[in-house]
């Protein structure tokens, strides 16, 4: 899918990832594929012109956590809670996920609900 997306295939722009899915990215990779290969998974990060780290600030963070409140009779996670918030911040309707969580707070979940393939 990101390789369409670097193609012009896609168009997804601008790409977001804040630096806590950077760290679930980080963990994920680590227990999959080894601790030799997080750098370079998160280089290929940092290095692309297809993605803006995004640094939450407090008033984000704070947010999110009020969400958590809202939404406790769900297992939604204060990355996917806090992911929100950034993508309302910056009128983001697609999130690119795996699980429910992002469509449960209202966001178009890419590729499950756009058709859109992620080639392996």
């Known amino acids: 899918m990101f390789e369409n997306i670097a193609a012009g295939n896609l168009v997804y722009r601008p790409l977001y990832v804040s630096t ?6 980080a ?19 940092y290095d692309s012109s297809l993605f803006t780290v995004v640094h939450p600030d407090e008033s984000a963070l704070e947010v999110a956590r009020k969400a958590t409140d809202r939404y406790d009779d769900q297992e939604i996670t204060l ?3 806090l992911t929100g918030v950034l993508a309302e911040n910056r009128s983001v309707e697609r999130i690119f996920g795996f699980d429910s969580d992002s469509r449960t707070l209202g966001f178009t979940l890419a590729p499950a609900d756009t058709g859109d393939l992620v080639e392996s």
């Open 27 to 45: 963990t994920l990779v680590l227990h999959n594929s080894g601790p030799e290969q997080v750098p370079a998974v998160l280089n290929s990060v």
């Open 79 to 81: 990355v996917d809670h």
């Open 20 to 25: 806590f899915v950077l760290s679930e990215l």
